[in-house]
T-cell receptor, first 113, second 111 residues
């Protein structure tokens, strides 16, 4: 309904394993973002993309990588999951670089045990 | 560094009363200020926004005010209803893919 879907919705993984979260949009927006949400911190930007194969780091990018091979898909990879990466991850899309607001996906709740 | 402070962290009001949430930002380059509402277990959704060349904006029962000199902006909800219960986030866009979010305000509207 919002033109943006995330998968999986929930995941439990073990420390040290790689994890990939997927974001898919049908709005053909150029800009896509990955945020994490933690109590007391609001939303913090992990990585963003301004086009196919064009990505850059956000505020909390350590331990994360991203890829965007198609306009509609933006993947977030935790290279070796740690307990500090237990969080709710939101993908977002926008028509601009942030000054038009975001449409968020439904989120992925990731637990690293 | 850039920062957005949001107060209060929790707000409880009686149905029909007004609710006010306040945010202060540090970077004078900020020029776009959105507000998001997040219901329990759901995604944040943009409910209203304001740009730096505007002092106030209204949309039915919600309004946002901006004081650029003081670097603060506020969300006002009038005639609150139980469905207004949610977490509200303010944000300040600094340009260049940099949007800073406040920590959120949990609003409870008691019927």
């Amino acid at each position: 309904d919002a033109g943006i879907t995330q998968s999986p919705r929930h995941k439990v993984t073990e420390t040290g394993t790689p994890v990939t979260l997927r974001c898919h949009q049908t709005e053909n927006h150029r800009y896509m973002y990955w945020y994490r949400q933690d109590p007391g911190h609001g939303l913090r930007l992990i990585h963003y993309s301004y086009g196919v194969k064009d990505t850059d780091k956000g505020e909390v990018s350590d331990g994360y990588s991203v890829s965007r091979s198609k306009t509609e898909d933006f993947l977030l990879t935790l290279e070796s999951a740690t307990s500090s990466q237990t969080s709710v991850y939101f993908c977002a899309i926008s028509e601009g670089t942030g000054e038009y607001g975001y449409t968020f996906g439904s989120g992925t709740r990731l637990t690293v045990v | 560094g850039e920062n957005v402070e949001q107060h209060p962290s929790t707000l409880s009001v009686q149905e029909g009363d007004s609710a006010v949430i306040k945010c202060t930002y540090s970077d004078s380059a900020s020029n776009y200020f959105p507000w998001y509402k997040q219901e329990l277990g759901k995604r944040p959704q943009l409910i209203i926004d304001i740009r730096s060349n505007v002092g106030e904006k209204k949309d039915q029962r919600i309004a946002v005010t901006l004081n650029k000199t003081a670097k603060h902006f506020s969300l006002h909800i009038t005639e609150t209803q139980p469905e207004d219960s949610a977490v509200y986030f303010c944000a300040a866009d600094l340009g260049g893919f940099k949007t800073i979010f406040g920590a959120g305000t949990r609003l409870f509207v008691k019927a």
